[in-house]
């Protein structure tokens, strides 16, 4: 199951789950006397309830509800909707019943919303997460995984991910590095092992490549081979190649997970965890939670639209100042590599001659580049 299917059906499943929980919440309320009374009826339960699962599928999105948890604890998952429909009760109730119930009618109402909302919820999850798992044991859906290490670990690594199918891992190649003498150097080649069926298993024949013949072709090995997940099998002493590997891997759409004895080396970058039995140690890519992620990208975008709405007399004068003063359109565009290595166009006040780049191609500015406008010069100053 791709990264898009799972949030798909989490999202399909959430959907349904949070209607069958307000409808259980609005008949307990408003019909089964289950409640005190109200002193509000809706004439149609059709638009609170349609508001409602927008707001509950906000909630979710914003604290990272629906980022992927493959393999992971369904345990963690539920704790995780636990603090968010608790923190989303509360929110609903400062906003909408604070004025509305005594302290008793409060306490029911609560408790009864949130009951609805976790339990439905979570049953649709647990639901989504249990289909998840039985595709991974028929082999459909595992993460491509590449191996970083010393041959002798990279065969024992193999080894003990073949015996917990569940976690999910399909070693599709390996970066096996060598020592000669007391150097360290390494080479890649391809990973031949043992099937289990008296066959040979050789993988990753991409790894033969002329310029793959060290660590630092772990970037390209992660492009050509789609790789998801790189698990790192180095010693206790091994400083050296696992910070290579950390800094190759920085950018890349991919989840290191190690050997639980290099915990002292990374500190509080990583996690401890066990993926249906398999003892690994995550890096964390990304050291802030969910919710502070949301929120720095809340501010980003609200921040910016308030600078280009406030600022749009100037950035209209200035367009036609760059474009009035010398042949060419007013706006450069360029395509830049952003996170995850994913290219996207950059837009920007022309400040040099359309011609540039023609004679020389991409070359840095320098301070007094000749080729900048009378504009351009002091755009950039």
């Known amino acids: 199951m791709s990264k898009r299917t799972e949030r798909f059906a989490l999202l399909f499943a959430d959907l349904l789950m949070l209607v069958l929980a307000l409808a259980i919440y609005n008949g307990a309320r408003f019909e089964w006397g289950w409640l005190p009374q109200p002193t509000f009826v809706p004439a149609s339960y059709v638009g609170p309830t349609l508001v409602l699962v927008g707001y509950w599928i906000a909630c979710f999105l914003f604290f990272g509800l629906y980022q992927s948890r493959y393999a992971g604890s369904r345990f963690d998952e539920l704790v995780s909707l636990a603090k968010v429909v608790t923190l989303g009760v509360l929110i609903l109730f400062f906003i909408l019943f604070i004025d509305k119930l005594d302290y008793y009618s409060a306490r029911q109402t609560l408790l009864v919303l949130w009951l609805a909302v976790f339990l439905c919820v979570a049953l649709g999850r647990i639901v989504v997460r249990s289909i998840q798992k039985a595709l991974i ?94 698990l790192i ?56 939670p969910a919710w502070e992620q949301s929120t720095k990208r809340l501010l980003d975008v609200v921040v910016a639209l308030a600078v280009l709405i406030a600022g749009l007399p100037l950035w209209l004068l200035v367009g036609l100042m760059v474009r009035f003063s010398s042949p060419g359109p007013a706006i450069y565009r360029q395509t830049r590599v952003g996170r995850h290595g994913k290219p996207f166009t950059m837009l920007k006040f022309r400040t040099m001659r359309q011609d540039a780049e023609a004679a020389t191609g991409p070359v840095w500015a320098q301070a007094d580049d000749p080729r900048y406008t009378a504009i351009g010069r002091w755009l950039r100053k």
């Not at 020592?179 to 391809?190: A, I, K, L, N, T």
């Open 233 to 288: 099998a180095l010693g206790s002493d091994d400083h050296k190649p696992l910070f290579d590997v950390l800094r190759l891997s920085e950018g890349q759409p991919v989840s290191l997970k190690l050997v639980p004895d290099f915990y002292q080396v990374i500190g509080g970058m990583a996690r401890t965890e066990q993926i249906y039995g398999l003892p690994l140690i995550e890096v964390l890519p990304q050291p802030m």
């Open 137 to 230: 044991l028929k082999g459909y859906g595992r993460h491509n995984t590449l191996v970083v290490g010393w041959s002798d670990r990279v065969e024992e690594l193999y080894e003990e991910v073949a015996r917990y199918p569940a976690a999910g891992l399909n070693i599709v190649g390996a970066i096996r590095l060598s020592r000669e003498g007391q150097g360290d150097g390494s080479f890649v080649e391809p990973l031949s092992l043992d099937a289990g069926d008296g066959s040979t298993l050789t993988l990753a024949p991409a790894l033969t490549a002329p310029h793959a013949t060290e660590i630092e072709a772990l970037p390209e090995l992660i492009e050509e081979l789609n790789i998801q997940d790189v």
